[in-house]
T-cell receptor
């Protein structure tokens, strides 16, 4: 099976712009989670989607949003970019519908630089 | 917020030696997972240990979990240069039909050939 793919891999934006990142999960996986990784804060959970519904959300401002499509592909959007949004954004997919299927498989990430 | 905290933050060893990394966490968990990350790339899942398990092996990896002390350790035996990476523990908690991983800040392992 193909792994989790993320596009684009690298992105440069300026403050105030918005950005959309895309994630395609492993075939058959319906749960998609997003994480932000920075040197200062480490890996932080953004949100999780399952069957097009956001089931869980981390402690991030409303500028960070996401959605999931019927084919389980997911996008996350960051509006009004700030310098502090520069980070590696990681997407992970899993089968998870019940205990026993919790392993999350990560994509290579999208590295966002905000100037 | 960080749930797991790895110790040490950085570890440098010679090839062939064993590497031990520790993780402590604060709240009750369903399971604990260890991941590896090479140079800011995606994370690779190494092993999952459930809250009712005490030890688990996978190849050269050995993970222990002590829920009474809220701690876990990852042992890599006979390390290789290719093991050079950052290692993260992640605690898994579920609730309201959802499941969330909370990561520590990681241990940076350098294996010197």
């Amino acid at each position: 099976k193909a792994g989790v793919t993320q596009t684009p891999r690298y992105l440069i934006k300026t403050r105030g712009q918005q950005v959309t990142l895309s994630c395609s999960p492993i075939s058959g996986h319906r749960s998609v989670s997003w994480y932000q990784q920075t040197p200062g804060q480490g890996l932080q959970f953004l949100f999780e989607y399952f069957s097009e519904t956001q089931r869980n959300k981390g402690n991030f401002p409303g500028r960070f949003s996401g959605r999931q499509f019927s084919n389980s592909r997911s996008e996350m959007n960051v509006s009004t970019l700030e310098l502090g949004d520069s980070a590696l954004y990681l997407c992970a997919s899993s089968l998870y519908t019940a205990p026993g299927q919790e392993t999350q498989y990560f994509g290579p990430g999208t590295r966002l630089l905000v100037l | 917020s960080q749930q797991g905290e790895e110790d040490p933050q950085a570890l440098s060893i010679q090839e062939g030696e064993n590497a031990t990394m520790n993780c402590s966490y604060k709240t009750s968990i369903n399971n604990l997972q260890w991941y590896r990350q090479n140079s800011g790339r995606g994370l690779v899942h190494l092993i999952l240990i459930r809250s009712n398990e005490r030890e688990k092996h996978s190849g050269r990896l050995r993970v222990t979990l002590d829920t009474s002390k809220k701690s876990s350790s990852l042992l890599i035996t006979a390390s290789r240069a290719a093991d050079t990476a950052s290692y993260f523990c992640a605690t898994g908690t579920s609730g309201a039909g959802s499941y969330q991983l909370t990561f520590g800040k990681g241990t940076k392992l350098s294996v010197i050939p």
